[in-house]
């Protein structure tokens, strides 16, 4: 399985940007997508996730500015971020949790990343 993300670049502060991350190969099921980001010289930390049964869950540093949301019929994750500020500068990872087959245990997948950056 891989995911693949796209969407980021530039944006200055108070403007918007999107991104999405898609899976792709063999997946049965998919139990939880998310989104983290790790700016440099920090830890990777989770920015948010949508559960299996749809909830959405923010870190509190984003409540408000930024939305998860899926489509399952494409594997696909997407995180809209509004009200951009200088400290969500950071490289953006998604997350998935696949499972191949039923029955089988549910691995943790990893994108690539993708950078945002918030300046003027």
């Known amino acids: 399985v891989q995911l693949q993300a796209s969407g980021g670049g530039l944006a200055q502060p108070g403007g918007s940007l999107s991104l999405s991350c898609a899976a792709s190969?063999?997946?049965?099921?998919?139990?939880?997508m998310g989104w983290y980001r790790q700016a440099p010289g920090k830890q990777r930390d989770l920015v948010a996730m949508?559960?299996?049964?749809?909830?959405?869950k923010y870190a509190d540093s984003v409540k408000g500015r930024f939305t998860i949301s899926r489509d399952i019929t494409k594997n696909t994750v997407y995180l809209q971020m509004n009200s951009l500020k200088p400290e969500d500068t950071a490289v953006y990872y998604c997350?998935?949790?696949?499972?191949?087959?039923?029955?089988?245990?549910?691995?943790?997948?990893w994108g690539q990343g993708t950078l945002v950056t918030v300046s003027s």
């Open positions: 190969g063999i997946i049965f099921s998919i139990n939880e």
């Open positions: 949508i559960t299996y049964g749809g909830t959405p």
């Open positions: 997350n998935f949790g696949v499972s191949p087959a039923l029955g089988s245990r549910y691995d943790e997948v």
